[in-house]
């Protein structure tokens, strides 16, 4: 099992996991004796404290995959750094984010296709959990696949994918009558 925590990141190491019903649960930290502040790159040993962080990562053999991640708060030395403290910022998620990079990506992409709602449901159909409005705010934070700035008329429709089971929504430039975005 450990062989799945270092394609997640090299630095980080498997101290145990628990099969449950519907998820695998991996307890991690990382190997990295010194850890760079944040704020000003200062390299610091000291720990001030530990914690568990709770992140969801990608499926395996149909499991909910949930990462219990060793977090530490650690002292910053720099007199000249603002902070005093700061949390281990782990390579693979982003600060106080509650899936990993990889997890976010593979969301989006189901969700460019499909109307939230219904990507929610197929991607629950494959053991991630995620809410209706936590893809949105997701797809949000993406930079726009398109730009819209010039764009002054559209026409919005929805349409199915699959009848009574996945609708999206589809967004036609009418000046130049091509579409510019299909999500939902
Ligand atoms: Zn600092």
Redesign the pocket.
């Known amino acids: 099992m450990d062989e799945f925590i270092k394609l997640l990141h090299k630095d980080y190491e498997l101290v145990q996991y628990q099969m449950k019903d519907k998820a695998i649960i991996f307890h991690i930290q990382s190997s990295r004796k010194e850890l760079a502040?944040p704020?000003?790159g200062?390299k610091s040993m000291r720990t001030h404290s530990v914690y568990e962080r709770e992140i969801q990562d990608l499926p395996i053999q149909e499991k909910k995959v949930i990462l219990l991640v060793t977090t530490r708060k650690m002292f910053?030395d720099?007199p000249q750094?603002q902070?005093t403290t700061?949390a281990e910022v782990h390579p693979f998620a982003a600060p106080k984010a509650q899936k990993t990079d990889r997890l976010v990506k593979n969301i989006l992409h189901t969700s460019a296709q499909l109307s939230s709602l219904n990507a929610s449901k197929l991607l629950k159909s494959g053991h991630i959990t995620v809410c209706k409005s936590s893809i949105c705010s997701l797809l949000k934070k993406m930079p726009a696949i398109v730009d819209k700035s010039s764009i002054t008329k559209v026409c919005v429709d929805d349409f199915a994918l699959r009848k009574r089971f996945f609708y999206g929504t589809v967004m036609i430039d009418l000046e130049r009558e091509v579409g510019c975005s299909t999500n939902g």
Do not use: I
Request: with cysteine; glycine share 0%.
């Open positions: 502040c704020f000003c200062s910053c720099n750094c902070h700061f």
